[in-house]
């Protein structure tokens, strides 16, 4: 089981900046996908972006341009730290955002699927007011 925690979350007027950061440990495979994803009030889990352990990243539907996923990874491949850099933020991106890992990967290519992620965090709140 990987450990996830984020951070990094709080309060922002809208046009804002926030980093959020989530630290996966434990991981007992070099071949790992990490992933944030989202859910705003009375709406259904948003995958926002994911990472492969080469780097490979890719984004949710419509999260490209104002979100950058990144990360740094330890020198052992036990532990990484997933960025998550929002610029320009807006009233709708007022979520939950969720860290969530999955090693080994559940599929070749690393995805935003919710079901493809067996490992989450607690979520770091993120408010943006108008």
């Known amino acids: 089981e990987v450990k996830v925690v984020e951070s990094g979350g709080g309060s922002v007027q809208a046009g804002g900046s926030l980093r959020l950061t989530c630290v996966a440990s434990?991981?007992?495979?070099?071949?790992?996908?990490v992933a944030w994803f989202r859910r705003r009030p009375g709406k259904e889990l948003e995958g926002v972006a994911s990472v492969s352990d080469d780097g490979v990243t890719k984004y949710g539907y419509s999260m490209k341009g104002r979100f950058t996923v990144s990360q740094t990874v330890s020198q052992d491949n036990a532990k990484n730290t997933l960025y998550l850099q929002m610029d320009g933020l807006k009233p709708e991106d007022t979520a939950m955002y969720y860290c969530?890992?999955?090693?080994?990967?559940?599929?070749?290519?690393?995805?935003?699927?919710?079901?493809?992620?067996?490992?989450w965090g607690q979520g770091t709140q993120v408010t943006v007011s108008a």
């Open positions: 434990g991981y007992t495979s070099s071949r790992y996908c």
């Open positions: 969530a890992a999955s090693s080994p990967p559940a599929a070749p290519i690393c995805t935003t699927i919710e079901a493809d992620f067996n490992d």
